[in-house]
């Protein structure tokens, strides 16, 4: 078992910067890749950021892609999304999850793991 516990959201004017972590806990969470999805009301979560096991490889949404960065460190067990260059439709709640590594990232299908998501809201 793997349990996910987000933090960091809040309210930011656009252009703004936030920094999410994510905090795991169980003996396996080193085994998984890691993501960040998000929930904007009305509409369906979607995939913004992935990280492997080690951190080497890293996967984003292209609408995030040069604003957002996604990290991780192993020995703290926590992950990290920092968040540049806001924009209103950046505002979501946001979910930390884990993926198996066998399965590819970016598919909701392939998610073990979610958190309970914090809420970002970015301002004009």
């Known amino acids: 078992q793997v349990q996910l516990v987000e933090s960091g959201g809040g309210l930011v004017q656009a252009g703004g910067s936030l920094t999410l972590s994510c905090a795991g806990s169980g003996r396996t969470f080193s085994n998984y890749a890691t993501a960040w999805f998000r929930q904007a009301p009305g509409k369906e979560r979607e995939f913004v950021a992935d990280i492997n096991w080690s951190g080497g490889v890293t996967a984003y949404a292209d609408s995030v892609k040069g604003r957002f960065t996604i990290s991780r460190d192993n020995a703290k067990n926590t992950v990290g999304l920092q968040m540049n260059s806001l924009r209103p439709e950046d505002t979501a709640v946001y979910y930390c999850?884990?993926?198996?590594?066998?399965?590819?990232?970016?598919?909701?299908?392939?998610?073990?793991?979610w958190g309970q998501g914090t809420q970002v809201t970015v301002s004009s």
């Open positions: 999850a884990a993926r198996s590594p066998f399965f590819p990232a970016r598919e909701r299908k392939n998610i073990a793991y």
